[in-house]
């Protein structure tokens, strides 16, 4: 544990699974850096600022983390007049953070690279707070197949674009294969909220994690395209087959690096159209708008249910 600077606190107060970073190197750091937050443990005191967080929600775009933020501030009766959420990493401009009692709101932008930059200092972070028991889940956007526009995936496996179950990283020049375990039980307490809802659909199944939204994706509106109509179809159905139903580009980084950290975790994706229709999103604005929406209601209520449940959050 680095120990350095203004962390002084024992882990104490807590039942359960603290989060675990597998590198050994980080215990034994005099100061991490947590660069691109702008934080960093000798001068923040990462355990009072943190310490309390159950609750990490990620998604592509600052603005929608902010908005879920002050939603979740009202969902848990912590909004008050005049009550500002502070970007947490004011001081850079690479990712947001907010946070409003146990729930923690982190920007990741687009892809693998970017999420995965973002979850190192994040996992980082949780473990020099010394937080436990805290579950992470992506509310983002993805391209449905087979689904209604609107309609909320919440992912059972995550897979890449062979239908693998696996992320895969070249480390010193070499090629490893990291698992992408997802919760089960999770995954359905979340499917249950969205029972409980009954705003809009809500599926379970694979998601296809791609490093492209266009070729990578099989779209034919991009820049460049190597392939036919009809290679598109079949690629998109033959995913169908495989229990896919929605296609985005960060849940197996997530499902990977969380999964090895300790971390309960889950992916939550709107689907923006239907990919077996059309390529482009061209829906309006204001439909786009209440579409991203739907992965906050549905997460807000797991929250407010867990912490119901929990009667007292330490009790998660
Ligand atoms: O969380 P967001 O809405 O950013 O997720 C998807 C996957 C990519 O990051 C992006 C592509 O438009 O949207
Ligand atoms: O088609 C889509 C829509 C949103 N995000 C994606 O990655 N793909």
């Known amino acids: 544990m680095a120990s350095s600077g203004l962390q002084t606190k024992k882990r104490d107060n807590h039942n359960g699974h ?7 190197n980080v215990a034994t750091m005099q100061e991490d850096v947590l660069y691109h937050f702008h934080l960093s443990t000798s001068t923040h005191d990462l355990p009072a600022m943190f310490g309390d967080v159950k609750f990490v929600c990620v998604g592509g775009s600052p603005t929608r983390m902010e908005a ?6 009202k969902e848990l009766g912590l909004d008050h007049p005049g009550a500002e959420y502070p970007n947490i990493c004011v001081g850079t401009d690479r990712y ?3 946070k409003v009692g146990p729930v923690l709101s982190v920007s990741h932008g687009i892809g693998i690279p970017s999420t995965s930059v973002m979850l190192h200092e994040l996992i980082k972070l949780l473990y020099h707070a010394r937080c436990s028991d805290v579950t992470v889940i992506r509310i983002g956007t993805s391209g449905g197949i087979g689904l209604e526009p609107g309609s909320v995936v919440i992912t059972r496996q995550a897979v890449d674009a062979s239908f693998k179950p696996v992320f895969e990283q070249m480390v010193l020049g070499k090629r490893v294969v990291h698992r992408t375990h997802l919760d089960e039980r999770l995954a359905q307490e979340l499917m249950q909220c969205g029972a409980d809802l009954r705003e809009f659909p809500t599926v379970l199944g694979n998601t296809m994690c791609t490093s492209d939204f266009y070729e990578g994706q099989g779209r034919l509106d991009g820049a460049l395209c190597s392939y036919s109509e009809k290679d598109k179809q079949e690629y998109l159905e033959a995913a169908h087959a495989a229990g ?3 296609i985005e580009m960060e849940s197996s980084v997530l499902a990977a690096m969380c999964g090895a950290c300790g971390l309960q975790v889950a992916v939550v994706c709107v689907t923006l159209l239907n990919r077996l229709e059309g390529d482009q999103v061209n829906s309006p604005h204001e439909v786009l708008v209440e579409y991203q929406e739907r992965p906050q209601r ?3 209520h797991f929250i407010k249910k867990r912490l119901a449940a929990a009667g007292n959050p330490r009790d998660l």
């Open 18 to 24: 603290f989060v675990q970073p597998t590198n050994p």
């Open 68 to 73: 879920f933020t002050k939603y979740m501030a």
């Open 96 to 98: 947001v953070m907010f």
């Open 244 to 246: 896919i139903r929605n």
């Open 298 to 300: 549905l997460v807000g």
